[in-house]
């Protein structure tokens, strides 16, 4: 069983940058694709991106793409989410995942889900 933690949001302005960070504990988290997700109240879990377990492939949303990177160091280290130029339509909770399948944007593909972490952009 992976157990995920995210850290790093916060309250940001329009323009601002933040880095979130998903850390695994349990299995190592080696050997899964990971994503991040979103979501606001009423609405439903967002694709945002996803990386595969080598970190050598990603995938983003076309809404966060040129804007946001998701990396990891290597197989084993946190994956991060980079966020730059943020929105206000960009606030949400943000949500790590893991995936035993290939790098993909279903979320029902993800089977391993942290707690979140909110993002609030200002205006």
């Known amino acids: 069983q992976v157990q995920l933690v995210e850290s790093g949001g916060g309250l940001v302005q329009a323009g601002g940058s933040l880095r979130l960070s998903c850390t695994a504990s349990?299995?190592?988290?080696?050997?899964?694709?990971a994503g991040w997700f979103r979501q606001v109240p009423g609405k439903e879990r967002e694709f945002v991106a996803s990386?595969?377990?080598?970190?050598?492939?990603?995938f983003y949303d076309d809404s966060v793409k040129g804007r946001f990177a998701i990396f990891r160091d290597s197989a084993k280290s946190p994956v991060y989410l980079q966020m730059n130029s943020l929105k206000p339509e960009d606030a949400a909770v943000y949500y790590c995942?893991?995936?035993?399948?290939?790098?993909?944007?279903?979320?029902?593909?993800?089977?391993?889900w942290g707690q979140g972490t909110q993002v609030t952009v200002s205006s």
């Open positions: 995942a893991s995936s035993s399948a290939a790098i993909n944007r279903d979320r029902y593909q993800y089977n391993n």
């Open positions: 349990g299995r190592a988290f080696s050997n899964f694709a």
């Open positions: 990386i595969s377990w080598s970190g050598g492939w990603t």
